[in-house]
């Protein structure tokens, strides 16, 4: 498994912008995709954006859907999960997830499709 380490989140108010890093161990990080989940109080985990391991496919949330965008580095073993016009509702914890596979171009948006978790990043929107 490959372990992974979230930064970046942090306060900002409405409309502005974040950027969220997760860096992975490891020589192997080009072999997962990678996904960015959040999860609020009393709520369950949910999917927000996942890249393939070849970085040539993405799939969002219909809730952040052009505004926010993921991206990844093979060569730092990072994914980023750029956030623009932020809403109070995009407040919670933001995890990401990896999942090794075979396929370059395969991207999952099921939890239970994820091998590995970091520890997660809080981001707080003001309204």
């Known amino acids: 498994q490959v372990q992974l380490v979230e930064s970046g989140g942090g306060l900002v108010q409405a409309g502005g912008s974040l950027r969220l890093s997760c860096a992975a161990s490891?020589?192997?990080?080009?072999?997962?995709?990678m996904g960015w989940f959040r999860q609020t109080p009393g709520k369950e985990r949910e999917f927000v954006a996942v890249?393939?391991?070849?970085?040539?496919?993405?799939y969002y949330a219909d809730s952040v859907k052009g505004r926010f965008t993921i991206s990844r580095d093979n060569a730092k073993n990072t994914v980023y999960l750029q956030m623009d016009s932020l809403k109070a509702e995009d407040t919670a914890v933001y995890y990401c997830?990896?999942?090794?596979?075979?396929?370059?171009?395969?991207?999952?948006?099921?939890?239970?499709?994820?091998?590995?978790w970091g520890q997660g990043t809080q981001v707080t929107v003001s309204s």
């Open positions: 997830a990896a999942r090794r596979t075979g396929f370059p171009s395969s991207y999952y948006t099921a939890m239970k499709d994820y091998d590995s």
């Open positions: 490891g020589r192997t990080f080009s072999s997962y995709a």
């Open positions: 890249i393939s391991r070849s970085g040539g496919s993405t």
